[in-house]
């Protein structure tokens, strides 16, 4: 994995298996709009937050631009008060995703399933009993992995200033 940051930016090279993913992280202080249909207009947004900024840049834009697998959304968590309602229960990123910055979110779903197919084992099929279980002893882990994913956007993919960056240089973290 190659990293590089400027303020609120970094672009990161994750290669493996023979192909290496370009990503493009930016902050931005307000919401986007865009149309998740038109990558063309995905592509431009990418393309004027990077522009101009030095290292491998023009020619990972240039990437994207030729692309025809491009992916764009934002880091977001989903954070619910219960993921059960009735006798529906979510599990994964349904009901806690931890945003790819966790780099955990298939770990979180095996996790919640097997909790709950363990909590439905423990109490025999009653689904009251066992909601109860999956809602209570889960979510001490996806409160740490999301707070985890959190500290690692601020930290250390996407570090804020010059100095949070050099700070991020000096320590051991991927
Ligand atoms: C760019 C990116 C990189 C990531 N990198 C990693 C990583 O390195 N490691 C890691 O562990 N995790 C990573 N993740 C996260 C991981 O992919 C997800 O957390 C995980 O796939 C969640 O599993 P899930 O089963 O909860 O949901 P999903 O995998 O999203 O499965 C939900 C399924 O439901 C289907 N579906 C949706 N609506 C309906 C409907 N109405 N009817 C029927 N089917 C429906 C969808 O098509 C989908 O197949 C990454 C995510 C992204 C976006």
Redesign the pocket.
Known sequence: MQLFNVPDKAITLNAYNKKTDVIFSFYSEKEIPYDYRDVEQQQRIVWEQFAGQGWRTEELLKEVQHSNKM?F?KFCQIKMPSWTKGRVAL????GY?AS?AA???????MEGAAALADALQKHNGDFHLAFQDYNKNLRPFIEEVQATAELNVRENFIPRTEEAIRLRNTKQVF
Not at 91 to 94: F, L, N, R, S, T
Not at 103 to 109: D, N, P, R, T, V
Request: aromatic content about 6%.
């Open positions: 992916y959304d599990v994964g990123d349904a995703c790819p780099g955990m979110g298939a770990s979180l779903s």
